[in-house]
């Protein structure tokens, strides 16, 4: 069992920076991949960003690759966004996700963890 929690989300203008973070816990949590994803108002949710267990693979979603940085830090059971150069379209709540599958994916309902997420506004 993983318990997941958010937080660093708020309301930030067009071109600024949000870090979020995601505590995580269990002992096992470096068996997890981990996964950002966000769900806008009126939307599906979609990933943002995944990172294996031991923090070598990342992948990103086209739109903000090159703006969003994903890691993990084990030793401290954390997950963290860092979020650069945030657009309106940014604007969603975000979710901190375990999957504790061999197969790292992006797909939301492989993973098992979720967080209550965490409101992410950006201003034009």
């Known amino acids: 069992q993983v318990q997941l929690v958010e937080s660093g989300g708020g309301l930030v203008q067009a071109g600024g920076s949000l870090r979020l973070s995601c505590a995580a816990s269990g002992r096992t949590f470096s068996t997890y991949h981990m996964g950002w994803f966000r769900q806008a108002s009126g939307k599906e949710r979609e990933f943002v960003a995944i990172?294996?267990?031991?923090?070598?693979?990342?992948y990103y979603a086209d739109s903000v690759k090159g703006r969003f940085t994903i890691s993990r830090d084990n030793a401290e059971n954390m997950v963290y966004l860092q979020m650069n150069s945030l657009k309106p379209e940014d604007t969603a709540v975000y979710y901190c996700a375990a999957d504790g599958d061999l197969v790292l994916t992006s797909e939301a309902l492989k993973y098992d963890y979720w967080g209550q997420g965490t409101q992410v506004t950006v201003s034009s």
């Open positions: 990172i294996s267990t031991s923090g070598v693979r990342k």
